[in-house]
């Protein structure tokens, strides 16, 4: 399970034009016990810019809009697509532009 914030809360830098869903942390089971996501490592870094659930773009939803989208899902897994962090800060960019 993981936990997610809104990119206003994270440092200026990532920006990612359009996308405000990043991903905060990982959220253990009762009992301090690992989740299947965070034993394999499903992402990296925080702050890493959620761009698409189930293959949905979510560009230009909140946190909000995004985690009650989730919830109304019935799948048994969910499929989210990151933009990591890394991508582009170690190239020097400040943000990224859909499109």
Do not use: C
Not at 56 to 62: L, N
Request: aromatic letters at 10%.
């Amino acid at each position: 399970m993981l936990r997610l914030m809104t990119i206003e809360s994270t440092t200026p830098t990532p920006y990612v034009e359009n996308y405000y869903v990043a991903f905060d942390s990982y959220k253990r089971h009762k009992g301090d016990i690992q989740s299947t996501a965070e034993k394999n490592r499903v992402v990296w870094n925080k702050g890493d810019v959620v761009v698409a659930v189930n293959g949905e773009d979510i560009a230009d939803k909140t946190l909000s809009e995004v985690h009650e989208w989730i919830k109304e899902l019935t799948d048994d897994t969910i499929t989210m697509t990151f933009l990591r962090t890394s991508w582009f800060n170690d190239s020097g960019q400040k943000s990224v532009r859909k499109g």
